[in-house]
């Protein structure tokens, strides 16, 4: 499968931003998808992820409140749906996709297989 991420930009604190993730070459079913943040010279830190096959998901404790994820399957997109940012949000976001994650490392990028390109978050002060 391949993944196109799409809807970073700049934002002030306090505003939303609603980042896609669409699939490609085949549908989600099957799969879990993710998304990492990785800050510059940093590994990837998980922020949330979404099982296609029911609705079980994560979501990080940093965004927790703030960010969800949810996903369509008819256009085959999974949505990071993000309030009230934060500076500290400010990160190249990353969609990723999985046929063998499990519950006990969803958090882990080595679960991934398939990654789309980053959309980079800018959030101002």
């Known amino acids: 499968v391949q993944l196109q991420a799409s809807g970073g930009g700049l934002v002030q604190a306090g505003g939303s931003l609603r980042l896609s993730c669409a699939a490609s070459g085949r549908t989600f079913a099957g799969y879990t998808v993710a998304w990492f943040r990785q800050y510059p010279g940093k590994e990837r830190d998980f922020v949330a992820d979404?099982?296609?096959?029911?609705?079980?998901?994560d979501i990080a404790d940093s965004v927790k409140g703030r960010f969800s994820i949810s996903r369509d399957n008819a256009k085959s997109t999974v949505y990071l749906q993000m309030n009230s940012l934060r500076p500290e949000d400010t990160a190249v976001y990353y969609c990723?996709?999985?046929?063998?994650?499990?519950?006990?490392?969803?958090?882990?990028?080595?679960?991934?297989?398939?990654w789309g390109q980053g959309t980079q978050v800018t959030v101002s002060s």
């Open positions: 990723a996709a999985s046929r063998t994650a499990i519950r006990s490392n969803v958090a882990s990028e080595t679960a991934y297989a398939y």
């Open positions: 979404i099982k296609i096959a029911g609705n079980y998901m």
